[in-house]
């Protein structure tokens, strides 16, 4: 991918990554900005259980046949603390340096937790997708904050996810009778659209493919790290 992104300092305490989130958050686009599609990225992080190291995968599959097209990945050490709310600074790291890896720009990236289902409207999908001015899709296994109702039990359902009387995402079976996933803008792309593509990812299992791709790849780098200690 391109190695002109937006920069800013990683070296921020807990009061200054939120503020950040907050100055950030308007640079959001809520509105579909969306050329042809033709390959999209999944984009996972892990931790490795016995050190601080974390490990980020970005798998790029063809959206049409969901093939893999590439992937890459890339292992940092941590230099945020874990907390609720500011992952972004402690899991883009080593996701900005697996994306620079790739010989192929996807056109949409969905990731592995929150777009602007977040307290302060500015989850990881939102900030990866703002820092390369690139679509991108939150859909998080569960829920940060907001409420909603049951989706019907259809694949295809959705139910708003709403906080503080704003709708921040949708709550969507991509498998009947299967728990619901949530669904949220990231950037450059419409909630709407959002739902459409991680429905159309999510052809067989509960979770979108970008995903589950990006998952088994971090895994197979995790054992990777356990075998050389």
Known sequence: MKDQIMTHTWQLNEEQAASLQHRLASLVIHEDQLGEIKRIAGVDVAYDQNSDQLVAAVVVLDAETLEVIEQSSATNVAQFPYISGLFSFRELPPIIEALKKLQVTPDLIVCDGQGIAHPRRFGLACHLGVIFDIATIGCGKTRLIGEHVEPDKMRGAVACLVD??????????????????????????????????????????????????????????????????
């Open 164 to 229: 503080q009387g704003e709708i921040i995402g949708g709550v969507m079976r991509t498998q009947t009778n299967t728990k619901p996933i949530y669904v949220s803008v990231g950037h450059r792309i419409s909630l709407a659209t959002a739902c459409d593509w991680i429905l159309k990812l999510s052809p067989t299992y509960r979770l979108p493919e970008t995903t589950r791709q990006a998952d088994q790849l971090v895994k197979k780098q995790l054992k990777k790290i356990a075998e050389s200690t």
